[in-house]
């Protein structure tokens, strides 16, 4: 069986941080890439800059992607994805402190898979954080050839 790979799209610490710890307590992936900015993201997931000698087809089992990012926000981050043919159907989790009807518009529109957002409470974020991977790293279904 493959190696299930995270992508974290995070730039606050603390929120990255909470979730690589929920994540490692439940064992659920095998691999957690974080890249702190949309544009490290994308230079990952499509092998460049930095990136260039990874192997583009090694993709994630899911993509935790935040909204409000330096350089490169997640909305552009979620088109780019979905406006590839390499990258369409990796699921992304739209994870974010926004609350706003726009943001939660927008994303499903651009191809979100979900949009959860961050609980305040640390409790609860481990908890929305392992649920999270329960089901997207051991529930969810990947199209064939990605598994």
């Known amino acids: 069986m493959k190696q ?4 974290l799209v995070e730039d606050n610490p603390d929120d990255e941080a909470l979730t690589l710890r929920a994540l490692r307590k439940q064992n659920l992936a095998n691999d957690i890439v974080v890249a702190r ?3 490290e993201a ?3 997931l499509f092998a460049e ?3 260039a000698k990874r192997d583009i087809n090694d993709l ?3 993509i935790l992607l935040d909204l409000k990012l330096p350089k490169v926000n997640g909305l552009q981050v979620l088109e780019r994805l979905r406006a590839n043919p390499v990258t369409r159907n990796v699921p992304v ?3 974010t402190s926004s609350n706003e009807e726009q943001d939660i518009v927008r994303s499903y529109d651009l191809g979100a898979n979900s949009y959860v957002r961050k609980p305040v409470d640390f409790e609860q974020f481990l908890d929305a954080a392992r649920e999270l991977g329960l089901f997207w790293l051991v529930l969810n279904e990947v199209p064939y050839g990605r598994e």
Do not use: I, N
Not at 4 to 7: N, R
């Open 49 to 51: 800059g930095e990136f």
């Open 60 to 62: 994630p089992q899911v």
């Open 93 to 95: 989790v739209v994870l």
């Open 42 to 44: 994308l230079d990952w």
């Open 37 to 39: 900015d949309g544009q």
């Open 4 to 7: 299930k790979t995270v992508l």
